[in-house]
């Protein structure tokens, strides 16, 4: 009796583990090279333009992964139902994740995103303001990034 007690226990604890779901406070783990776009539906090959919404689904909080800034404003307006509970993005600078609306985004001509936003984010505006000296454009505050690529600019 004490074996059938301990193999549900391990069964339960097995189950739990992998249905493991993502947190709102920390971003949403993305394969390159795996990873899927969830507008667009291409591979997510560069770390330095991955973004990604969190979203409240049945069971707790659920990742959309995206290729570019761009995808993920148009998947957004795409879905205007969904409750949006946290958003992420790369750091172009650094790699390293950042809350997408504590971005400050450089829009260049010179920065070839996937899907063309021509939009890459970084932590600070110095961070921005650092690349704009090799790629003359824009720095604008999310709201403004958000409302330029949402207008169709």
Known sequence: MKLAGSIVLALVLAATLGCERPSVDAP????LDDSVCAQCNMIISDERWATATMIEGPRGPEARLFDDFNCQVNYE???PDSVIVARWSHS???RAWLST???HFLVASGL????????AAFASREEAETARKDHPGDILTFDAAWERLGSGG
């Not at 949403?28 to 394969?31: A, D, G, N």
Request: charged share 15%.
């Open 101 to 103: 609306e504590d971005a």
């Open 77 to 79: 307006g795409s879905n």
């Open 28 to 31: 949403p783990s993305v394969r």
């Open 92 to 94: 172009y600078a650094t």
């Open 112 to 119: 070839f995103a996937p899907m063309g936003s021509g939009m």
